[in-house]
């Protein structure tokens, strides 16, 4: 079992409708918890992070972390073409190392 | 300065050269990673370097090889590679181990074609 698991898709929705990306993982100690944005032949870029549980917002983006079912999630309202993009999740426990989902592609249609 | 910038951003070698990857910030950030991510798969941890002392290897082959000159510097010198090792390859840099609320903050790459 992987320690983080994330659907690859590829999600295509219309523009405007709200996106829902999720990650599982394995590994209680997680502490922190973060969503990067990655343009094609481009790094990630982070987007959103979270320690331990609860909501955080940001504009359009909405972050989830539920510990105790193990599960994080990422909300994108009004979502827009220049959304379109592949998002990582990303785990810590505190240390060095940082775990990535494998990422899911999203396409906003125009 | 937010950035970190890596150089060159496109490299082709063949398995006998030898090349150096490079990457510089200015943002003060005493760790710093190369990540290596193949074409839809996440960005898989190679080094880590804290206070320019190599923290973590990932048991990564002796064909590549960190250096990590200063507190902006961060190269990886590549020798002998493998087709497979065509990938590309990311630095990234944080204020302390990646903690919040910094995260990392990633360059845009050096994608490699090994011939």
């Known amino acids: 079992q992987k320690e983080v698991e994330q659907d690859p898709g590829p999600l295509s929705v219309p523009e405007g409708a709200i996106v829902s990306l999720n990650c599982t993982y394995s590994?209680?100690?997680?502490?922190?918890f973060m969503w990067y944005r990655q343009y094609s032949r481009k790094g990630p870029e982070l987007l959103m992070y979270t320690y331990s549980s609860g909501n955080k917002e940001d504009g359009r983006f909405t972050a989830q972390v539920d510990k105790s079912s193990k599960y994080i999630s990422l909300f994108i309202r009004d979502s827009q073409p220049s959304d379109s993009a592949t998002y990582l999740c990303?785990?810590?426990?505190?240390?060095?190392?940082?775990?990535f989902g494998a990422g899911t592609r999203l396409f906003v249609k125009a | 300065d937010t950035e970190v910038t890596q150089t060159p951003k496109h490299l082709v070698m063949g398995m006998t050269n030898k090349k150096s990857l490079k990457c510089e910030q200015h943002m003060g950030h005493r760790a710093m990673y190369w990540y290596k991510q193949k074409a839809k798969k996440p960005p898989e941890l190679m080094f880590v370097y804290s206070y320019e002392k190599l923290s973590i290897n990932e048991s990564v082959p002796s064909r590549f090889s960190p250096e990590c000159p200063n507190s902006s510097l961060l190269n990886l010198h590549l020798h002998a590679l493998q087709p497979e090792d065509s990938a590309l390859y990311l630095c990234?840099?944080?204020?302390?181990?990646?903690?919040?609320?910094?995260?990392?903050?990633f360059g845009s790459g050096t994608r490699l074609t090994v011939v």
């Open positions: 990234a840099s944080s204020q302390d181990r990646g903690r919040l609320p910094y995260g990392y903050t």
């Open positions: 590994n209680s100690a997680f502490q922190y």
């Open positions: 990303a785990m810590n426990t505190g240390g060095f190392k940082t775990i």
